[in-house]
């Protein structure tokens, strides 16, 4: 068993399992599946390739056969960035088949980001993209492998691996690969977070796969599906709700599109007859003006999801007249828990709501500070356990005592109502984070590497609302010195390494902060002053 892993309890797996929810099957095996009942149907399509189900189950043995090879084995940790490619779900496949762990990162993620996951998940390997992504991702790899003692291969995602291993170079004759257990972690997640650090969550094939395989049902997804995936498909979101995973679980297509613009996606749609595809809604409402002075034929589209953050009841109510299709939104966790709205659900519920459980298992509260549950459609925190929720995150034992209640129930640190028939409506959150058009930033995460800036005596980080991102980030910055520029400490979070998305998109000089009652930062007066001082410019 993976060290610092602490598994499901004994008596849920049998349970899960008697339900019928987990059945036994990893993902190495549910691709073979696929291959021998849909093998010569396309499996996956980017922008250079096409492959069948049968041909992708022959490439990720070869595969998982050269990562053998090279020393990859049984639940070695691999931290993989790549783009939406052929070679990302390839790459993956391998992975599980070998038992190694992939740990997904996204492109966006630079040095600070990924040195964390690597030294936190004690990786091996790190695999990177070519050349062409706007980033020297060699450059950082090298970094990576002189500083992080575990990190001893690199693999490079291009015809030529420089330095370091090609990819291409892996593909070999299938050997014997190891006999994987469907209870054994399959990869680590990043949580949005709200802490110091990102917190990982780690899934077992048999947990995901439930959750994958009722995403696919709740949309109806079968083998003339076709999914494209626009958001990175590292995320939980295009992974499996019911994303590039649980397309395949059902048979169908799977377009990888390396960007998401209306000049990217829409003839993606129009080539390749995509029936779904999920944005945030930032996305849906750029995607929603282009609509009619893009000239391509959308009309394959039957749903299309929302989801990551909170969709406008306004903008919602335009996407069935200007795309023609049903909207599905979803709420969604990368620790378990998806909510849906569904196919058949009237107007006023797709529009109004988030959705509704996928599983008649999940497990929800709605409770008030004192965890005690409110009355029915009140608003309160979202408390969730259920088959595809985890239990705890990996190797973080003290943060699990908070995040977790003792029976079980992960604090989402959602505030929502939920109607007497189960569907949920996110009002607001509670936690320490800033959802910036679906990404989610730690507050404390940027306030630490802030602080350890030599002219900031104080910092707090709050969400401030904006028309196209939904929210974006507000520094409150107490310096030390009167000449210290905003500049100054963008370029100084630059050094460090930081992923671009988590920058501050403001920063507001204070002399002292608002508190509250027991002497905290006071962040609701700050964002409240924040909000008060954009709406004095509009
Ligand atoms: C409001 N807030 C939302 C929504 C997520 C499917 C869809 C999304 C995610 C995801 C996911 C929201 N309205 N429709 O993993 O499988 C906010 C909540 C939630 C947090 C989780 C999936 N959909 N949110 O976004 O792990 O605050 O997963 O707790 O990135 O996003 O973020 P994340």
Known sequence: MLKHYKPWPEKLKTRYKELGCWEDKTFGQMLSDRASIYGDRTAIVDHQSRVTYKELDKYVNQLASGFQRIGLSREDRVVVQLPNTLDFVVVIFALFRLGAIPVFSLLSHRDSEIRYFCEFSEAKAYIIPGDGYGYDFEQLAKTIQTDVTSVDTIIVADEDGGDFYSLNDLYENETALPDIKADDVAFFQLSGGSTGLPKMIARTHNEYMYSLRMSADVCQLDETSVYLAVLPAAHNYPLSSPGVLGTMYAGGKVVLSSGASPDEAFPLIEQERVTITAIVPPLALIWLEAVPTRHYDLSSLRVLQVGGSKLSAEAAKKVTPVFGCTLQQVYGMAEGLVNYTRLNDSDDVIIQTQGKSMSVYDDIRVVDEEDNEVAQGEIGELLTRG????????????????????????????????????????????????NRAGEKIAAEEVENYLLAHPAVRDVAIVAMPDKWLGEKSCAFVISRDQDLKETDLIAFLRTEGLADYKMPDRIEWMANFPKTAIGKVNKKELRRLIEVKLNEHN
């Open 387 to 434: 088959p595809y929720t985890i239990r705890g995150y990996y190797k973080a034992e003290e943060h699990n005592e908070k995040a977790f209640t003792a029976d079980g129930y992960y604090r989402t640190g959602d505030l929502v109502r939920v109607s007497e028939d189960g569907y949920i409506t996110v009002i607001d959150r509670v936690k320490d984070q800033i």
